[in-house]
């Protein structure tokens, strides 16, 4: 199997690298915003835990958070491997993380992130807003909440994988295909 980390701040291109990536590698792409955000959707029970979290930019609790991802997990066993987008995003997560894929027998290959400038983030982000629908897209004061917990919170993981040897940047600003393409240079060597 082949496991990826796709990391990187809110806006920094991930689901859309992700949409490329699983077609080209044939691995299953999960995405915990999105799981979140169907559950929301569709009212499930997770959904309304989730909501008032995200509806602030905050993250939601690791206890749920780690159990929701461990199900995705499950539901595509088999699979050639998994690109994590938006997950893990606090110690805790990467902790759970690694000891489930232990339990599969199977490991993370790399933390593959897209780094970002703080301000091209903010301004892609509102623009996404225009049309995604998503409110926490929408609302410039969110959106820097969501980066300032990125930091906070999320931005610690960077020197959790590189102590482990497993840390790749990626320069995150260009067109779509650039960006790919330095991905992929990266996911070859693995
Ligand atoms: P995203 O789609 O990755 O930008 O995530 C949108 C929102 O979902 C975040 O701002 C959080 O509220 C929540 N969320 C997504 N993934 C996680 C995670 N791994 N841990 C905690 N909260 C998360």
Do not use: W
């Amino acid at each position: 199997m082949t496991n990826i980390i796709l990391f990187g701040p809110p806006g920094a291109g991930k689901g859309t690298q992700a949409n490329f990536l699983k077609e080209k590698y044939n691995l299953v792409h999960i995405s915990t915003g999105d799981v979140f955000r169907y559950n929301i959707k569709n009212e499930t029970e997770l959904g309304d835990l989730a909501k008032s979290f995200m509806s602030k930019g905050k993250l939601v609790p690791d206890e749920i958070t780690i159990d929701m991802l461990s199900n995705e997990v499950d539901k595509n066993c088999g699979s050639n491997g998994f690109i994590f987008d938006g997950f893990p995003r606090t110690e805790a997560q990467a902790d759970a993380l690694g000891h489930l894929m232990d339990d599969k027998d199977s490991q993370i290959n790399a933390m593959v992130a897209l780094e970002v400038d703080d301000e091209v983030l903010v301004q892609r982000l509102l623009e996404r807003g225009k049309t995604s629908g998503r409110a926490d897209d929408a609302d410039e004061s969110i959106i820097r909440n969501r980066i300032k917990v990125y930091y906070n919170e999320t931005a610690i993981l960077k020197d959790y994988y590189d102590k482990r040897g497993m840390y790749y940047g990626v320069n995150g600003e260009g067109s779509i295909e650039e960006i790919t393409e330095r991905l992929s240079k990266v996911i070859d060597t693995l």
